[in-house]
């Protein structure tokens, strides 16, 4: 049988016209940097953001409801500082400290999808309060 080898993107669906709100957060805060869609595709909206080993399609969903429940799990680098310019900027950052060798958060995108951030304890997380 087959085996998946890895993950190749994963897309998250926005509203029409939420191209410029999704470029502010995965370019803005998130550092991605945005790639041109192929042409072909242009015509259906949306925009594609790569990273080093992360590429995150956002697609216009005609009749979009945010994903709440399911999201993309991000490894941060420095999750206390991903989590402290996410503050400063507004968005809802949730502390969540169920998983003993894992330090995460979650957030939202502008449209209301489910982010998370993880990474090792000891690596770029320290302790935190729950408020």
Known sequence: MPKLTSIDHVQLAIPRGGEEAARAMFVGLLGLAEVPKPESLQKR???????????????????????????????????????????????????????????????????????????ERGAGASQHAQP
């Open 45 to 119: 909206g949306g925009c594609w953001f790569k990273g080093e080993h992360v590429f995150v399609h956002c697609g216009v969903d005609p009749n979009f409801q945010p994903a709440t429940k399911a999201h993309i799990a991000f490894r941060v680098d420095d999750l206390d500082a991903l989590a402290a310019a996410l503050a400063a900027a507004g968005q809802q950052v949730v502390w969540d400290e169920e998983l003993a060798d894992e330090k995460r958060f979650y957030a939202t995108d502008p449209f209301g999808n489910r982010l998370e951030f993880m990474a």
